[in-house]
């Protein structure tokens, strides 16, 4: 058996009643393309869950539910404002910028947040040729940061962005884990709140693979079936996706995951507050734990347990937790950790 890593909730394996609906649904012919009852079944889900009043489409991952529900509410000269940590700035290669054509306006942030007054320093030169013209304010719910926008936070940021002509987007890679470490209902972070457009993660939630793009703003949703197209998106075999969405929200499951995954990252932060050399940087409010360690520790801790160096210059490091991630794995790892950073 593989040890469990710290890396990412990317690294965990399926949950088995995602696999079970993956198999199940390999049974028979059905029409491609998202003309199935599995997909039917699926939306409604989403449906249920978010109201009647959105639209839905599924994508094979994070980065083309981003850049597609993004470039469905711009033109090449428009910009998108967002943190500097944010995903689409740091780790989509660019994609954003080819696929939109439009500038990257990111904000420093410490703590994976921006705010309002960060974002109006950005909307300038609005009707001047000579400028791009700021249209998109993209957030994260959780930031990569771990920390967590509250509803009233995004409501401002909407107002604002509303006020001035443009959308917001929200990059719900971990929203599941978000709605966990606020206790309150989805709509309350997303719909409630005036996002327009969503993209909620599945992959790091216990699915194979599959993210959905959900429009709130039904208009921006208008040409999206030949956006997702032309953008590489449109699952033949699209069953297979649904089928796992919909496994993911029987029992709520999606929450289960996530209740579970938060509960192992306040478990490692609060055992990993005992060894002095080892400083949390960041509020665990979610599955991440962010924290400074000894430089020359490092290497030693990754010959046996894999995770990422968030900043080399201060010896940051992001632990993730999954929804497989179990106590044994935390106790083994701080054990560990206390051994290597005497």
Request: charged share 20%.
């Amino acid at each position: 058996m593989n040890t469990r890593s710290f890396a990412s909730d990317n690294n965990a394996g399926i949950h088995p009643d995602i696999l079970k609906a993956i198999e199940a649904a390999n049974n028979g012919h059905v029409i491609a393309y998202g003309d199935d009852t599995y997909t039917e079944k699926a939306i409604a889900e989403f449906k249920k869950l978010l109201g009647n009043d959105i639209e839905v489409f599924f994508v094979f991952g994070g980065t083309a539910a981003n850049v597609l529900g993004i470039k469905t509410a711009t033109e090449s000269f428009n910009a998108v404002i967002c943190a500097e940590t944010a995903h689409i700035n740091v780790d989509e290669c660019g994609a954003p910028e080819k696929f939109t054509g439009c500038k990257l306006l990111p904000i420093p942030t410490m703590n994976g947040k921006i705010t309002v007054e960060q974002i109006a320093h950005h909307v300038h030169g609005i009707g001047d040729q000579h400028h791009v013209q700021a249209k998109v304010v993209s957030i994260t719910q959780a930031t990569e940061m771990g920390t967590l926008y509250t509803t009233k936070e995004i409501k401002a940021i909407a107002d604002y962005a509303h006020q001035n002509n443009m959308f917001l987007h929200m990059d719900g890679a971990r929203i599941a884990n978000a709605v966990v470490g606020l206790d309150v209902d989805i709509k309350e972070i997303t719909k409630n709140a005036g996002v327009d457009i969503l993209s909620f993660g599945g992959t790091k939630n216990g699915m194979m693979f599959g993210e959905a793009v959900i429009f709130f703003n039904q208009k921006l949703a208008k040409d999206f079936r030949f956006i997702r197209k032309q953008g590489m998106q449109l699952a033949s075999k699209m069953r297979f996706v649904s089928a796992q969405f919909a496994a993911l929200f029987a029992n709520d499951l999606w929450i289960q995951n996530a209740k579970h995954a938060n509960k192992m990252a306040c478990l490692l932060a609060n055992k990993i507050k005992e060894i002095p050399q080892v400083k949390i940087t960041q509020e665990v409010q979610a599955n991440a734990v962010f924290a400074i360690v000894p430089k020359q520790s490092i290497p030693k801790l990754q010959e046996k347990y894999f995770f990422y160096v968030w900043n080399e210059e201060t010896s940051e490091v992001r632990w993730m937790a999954s929804f497989d991630t179990q106590e044994e794995d935390i106790e083994n790892f701080v054990k560990f950790v206390k051994e290597m950073v005497k």
